[in-house]
């Protein structure tokens, strides 16, 4: 698959055009969470414009000799959005992890493809010159800086920088993951609640083993499709969700209007739950969404329907835009999707790091895709 | 003025003889804060046991080729007593300093000679083979980590080094003196409360610019004095307290008696204030000692009688043991003297950075003797 085979001929390079793309589908993959990508979008654009398109490279193209540097944004979404982030703490992030580990990166890399986090490694790598793996580490958005498929093999942050706009640089090397998290976050809220980050920096053989390959691919054909460009040329409007299913394995769950919405700001995330009456096909039947920064639990009627670390997004049911749970209002007319998420996260160990009990539900986790055949077989 | 001229021959030496000395006449320059020496006493006499007396330079001795590392705890002292420092946090550290600055400590020093952080230089000396260098930068002891020599003559903390029990390294380069501060205390607080910090890392030059020489020394002298070593064996008890203005050209403020005290253990600080009632020459007479970790501020019937940076520390009346803030009691019997600061507080920065307006207390700073010379008028 290509970053961007039909237009420029080229699938190995990510030009202004297709940051718009990438943003759409990565807000997908966000689930309601990750940060709006549009103002990290705008900095992507201007920095290819200026700079030139960046060259993508696959994780089967990584040797050894390789040192990939995930770069991203840390701290709530909503204080990020407000926030234009500077550029240069992107080089300054480059620069202090070739001075804290003495190796010098060869590409960077999204550590998370969902949200605003897609954009910042774009942008880092037009202001670079460095080329980008077309891979994550979570292959959807997550909370926790812990919440990688690096931790799940077994791989510790390494040497983790965070960098502010005022300048200030913070080099750890925290023990584990867990202890990654927590000081980066308190270093974080001390920053102003939003910093640039770099962790789980290694070798091209360790990103192979570990990285979900194929996300900024997979990002950018959910854009594609949502804003009808290439072959989605053809597709009416309400025609695009149900596409996007077929791209992506993914189900619809329901469409329904928002008649119930509770939402808190706290902790640093954005937690609450979203009620919903159905409409069309789904006339009589009720829909809950649970969230903490991302769509966590979705339960059509009291039934499961779809849990973390599936993916769970709200789509504009007019427009397929994908609704944050930050934007979601009262009375929005929505379609629910559930999608499943990648091997890595199934595995027991996977599980309990991202699974319903992780985050405080006291559900049992199943695939997306047998609790709809399980619906089916019951319909 | 030696280190140990009247013992060991060698004045050039800290053997685990001088630690005791060294470490009460740190808790007096603590001035009530600085965190109890008691534990980092035990810790360095240890050391020095298993690895040799630790080696004393001057700030004369040092030369551009040097790389001083000062060296000490950072955290609340209620946390500190509590906790026994894992010697593997001072080897971490240094090897952290080194790693990021690619300098080779020559040399460390400490940044606060007053309380605690007198001994954790002497325990990092003494397991690492590095001399300590005979000064510091504050000449006493302040709670935050931008009140030192380094910042008033405008040096920044460069790259700045915490490291906890756990094995979690944090290495800063803060943009200034104010963000260390912070960076650290956000850290440290994550870390469990304390931690092991290196700030203010220079080359020889700086040090010689802008430490403040002879405080370990100075340490020492007073340590003899109350303990009745050497000259000060023919001492009698209450004639010690008398002894050591006379050695610091301190004033003796007031003997009483303690008839009120509040504390509060707030923000990380300690904050109160104690109301004493005069025993002996001061029968009749009020006195109020104001504190934020250290003894700050101090007023009789009303009237300024020392404020910080001057030095205000209490002793018991008895045997001249320093009281810290922590220790104070309800019905102790202490004499309060007063100390000049080093003269490089006495200047319009030093003021701004650690007179009384920066600690929230409105009266205008006056020397302390000064305020003694005006009281004898008076009278």
């Known amino acids: 698959m290509s970053i961007d085979a039909q237009r420029s001929g080229d699938d190995r390079l990510i030009t202004e055009a297709d940051v718009d793309e990438i943003a759409l589908g990565a807000a997908v993959l966000g689930t309601g969470g990750g940060g709006d990508p549009h103002v990290g979008a705008l900095i992507a654009k201007r920095l290819i414009r200026l700079h030139g398109p960046v060259r993508v490279i696959g994780v089967d193209e990584l040797s050894p000799a390789d040192f990939v540097v995930p770069i991203g944004g840390i701290g709530a979404p909503s204080v990020d959005v407000e926030r234009i982030m500077a550029e240069s703490e992107l080089l300054a992030a480059l620069e202090a992890i070739e001075r804290a580990t003495r ?33 994550d580490a979570m292959g959807r958005a997550f909370p926790e800086a812990q919440m990688v ?75 594609r499709i949502l804003l009808g460009h290439g072959e989605s040329a053809e597709l009416r409007d309400d025609a695009r969700i149900d596409a996007l299913c077929d791209e992506l394995d993914a189900v619809r769950l329901f469409d329904g209007k928002v008649t ?35 769509m966590l639990l979705a339960r059509r009627d009291g039934v499961l329907a779809a849990v973390t670390p599936d993916l769970i997004a709200v789509l504009d049911l007019a427009t397929g835009a994908p609704i944050t749970t930050e934007s979601l209002r009262y009375g929005a007319r929505v379609a629910v999707i559930g999608m499943p998420c990648h091997e890595k996260w199934r595995t027991p160990v996977g599980l309990d790091n991202a699974g319903p009990a992780h985050f405080g539900y006291d559900v049992e986790w199943a695939p997306v895709e047998s609790l709809a055949a399980r619906r089916k077989e019951a319909a």
Chains 1, 2 share one sequence.
């Open 103 to 135: 190796r010098i990166p060869t590409a960077v890399m999204p550590i998370e493809v969902g949200g605003g986090n897609s954009m910042i490694p774009i942008a880092a790598a037009a202001l670079s010159g460095l080329p980008i793996v077309d891979a």
């Open 149 to 223: 498929t690096f931790h799940l093999a077994g791989y510790g942050p390494g040497t983790t920088v965070l960098v502010d706009h005022h300048g200030n640089e913070v080099v750890s090397r925290p023990v584990d993951g867990a202890w990654s998290e927590r000081l980066a976050r308190s270093v974080t809220v001390e920053m102003g609640g939003s910093a640039t980050m770099i962790d789980y920096a290694y070798g091209g053989e360790v990103v192979q083993e570990c990285a979900i390959p194929g996300t900024l691919t997979a990002a950018k054909r959910i854009g």
């Open 260 to 294: 119930d919405l509770q939402r808190q700001f706290e902790g640093g995330f954005t937690r609450g739950a979203a009620e919903l009456e159905g409409v069309g096909d789904d006339r009589g039947a009720r829909f809950r969404l649970d969230f903490q920064n991302e």
